[in-house]
């Protein structure tokens, strides 16, 4: 029996786990434990996820959140050691940029276990960000790197990475699997957009700390979007902590807030928007799995053949560049499209990986 296992505290690794834990049980002999962290924990950013992506419920919960960085992952890592110690897992599995991530990589490799890296190799090249520290440990201490394009290989080769002694696969990105795989059941439930009775709408979302910790940033972004909301209806499900900021500075929002929704109603409000803006790494993907053109409301991406291939643009938070931006792309359609993304079997691929050596 192999044991894995799988350490998740975040949204998106909720989504990205699901499928991961779907291509796991198909095979025999394979034993996945899910850790949750507790970084998200509110019910609309944590347990709709594990209900409505019929996911195998985490059988530890660390409870870990609302602490600073150092404290949240310190106090992570603190309570991992003595489980992965238990368990003694042949792999440990860790999801793209949170601390949860950098957590579950730091603990199992100082204790001898070998660690795989899902969306290994990404780099925005900005240290700044909190995600990017993340990444580059994670990737430089993982023994498998499962990168999701083919930049991503292309980062780590030029980081030196050939010279190691892990092993790097461009599998694709297992987040493609997940927007076609319950984009289906999607089709299935109420459509929130009609519900909501949406037609052409905008659809945002703002969460990084580039945005939401510096207020001048957020203001800007929030002034745009209301300007914008004059011409084309702006929807925002808002992020728990966005919504703190907001409120705590009293920041007047003229656009639609709803709560954070869950996966399948995000799905439908991405597959029936006008245009997508956002400074989410998943969300500028998922636009484009759907058709829809981006704005990036950040200074630079991860995803950069979404830029250099003109279906995302990055704003960073000024004024002039986002409503510029919205005019560029409102009336357009995206034509033909480029497999950056893989074949939406990088689930199946990661899972052959993680049995190959064992
Ligand atoms: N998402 C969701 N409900 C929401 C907002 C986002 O299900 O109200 C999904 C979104 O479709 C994507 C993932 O959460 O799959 C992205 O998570 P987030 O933006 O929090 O993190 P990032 O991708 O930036 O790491």
């Known amino acids: 029996m192999i044991k894995i296992i799988t350490v998740i505290g975040a949204r998106p690794q909720f989504i990205k786990a699901a499928m991961l834990s779907k291509a796991l049980q198909k095979r025999s002999k394979v034993n996945e434990i899910i850790v949750h962290t507790g970084q998200h ?61 950098l957590a579950g990589a730091l603990t199992a490799v100082k204790l001898g276990f070998k660690v795989a890296h899902i969306e290994a190799g990404l780099r925005s090249n900005n240290l700044n960000m909190p995600e990017e520290i993340n990444r580059i440990i994670t990737d430089r201490i993982s023994q498998l790197l499962l990168c999701p394009t083919l930049k991503a290989i292309h980062n780590l080769k030029q980081e030196g990475f050939d010279n190691l002694t892990c092993r790097m696969v461009n599998t694709g990105d297992i987040m493609y699997d997940a927007a076609i795989h319950y984009s289906t059941q999607a089709a299935k439930t109420k459509s929130l957009s009609k519900k909501l009775n949406l037609s052409k709408y905008v659809l945002a979302t703002i969460h990084r700390a580039e945005n939401t910790d510096n207020i001048e940033h957020l203001m800007r972004i929030i002034d ?26 009293n920041i007047v929002c003229h656009f639609e807030l709803i709560e954070p929704v869950g ?13 997508v803006m956002t400074d989410s790494g998943g969300l500028q993907k998922e636009a484009y799995f759907f058709d ?67």
């Open 41 to 101: 924990y509110d019910d609309k950013m944590s347990s709709v996820f594990f209900e409505e992506l019929n996911m195998p419920v985490p059988k530890y919960n660390l409870e870990v959140n609302n602490l600073s960085h150092g404290a949240m992952t310190g106090q992570m890592m603190i309570n991992l050691e003595p489980l992965l110690l238990s368990e003694k897992p042949d792999w440990v599995v860790v999801f793209g940029d949170t601390n949860s991530t």
């Open 292 to 358: 829809k053109y981006c704005i990036t409301l950040r200074n630079e991406t991860e995803w950069t053949e979404l830029c250099e291939n003109g279906y995302n643009t990055l704003t960073g938070s000024d004024i002039h560049k986002v409503i510029e931006s919205f005019h560029h792309y409102k009336d357009k359609n995206i034509g033909d499209k480029s497999m950056f993304y893989g074949y939406g079997n990088t689930a199946e691929l990661i899972a052959d990986e993680l049995l190959k050596d064992i």
């Open 263 to 275: 996966y399948i109603d995000m799905l439908d409000l991405i597959k029936n928007c006008t245009l």
């Open 224 to 249: 745009a979007l209301n300007i914008i909301n004059k011409e084309m209806k702006v929807l925002m499900p808002i992020h728990p902590r966005t919504h703190q900021i907001i409120q705590q500075n």
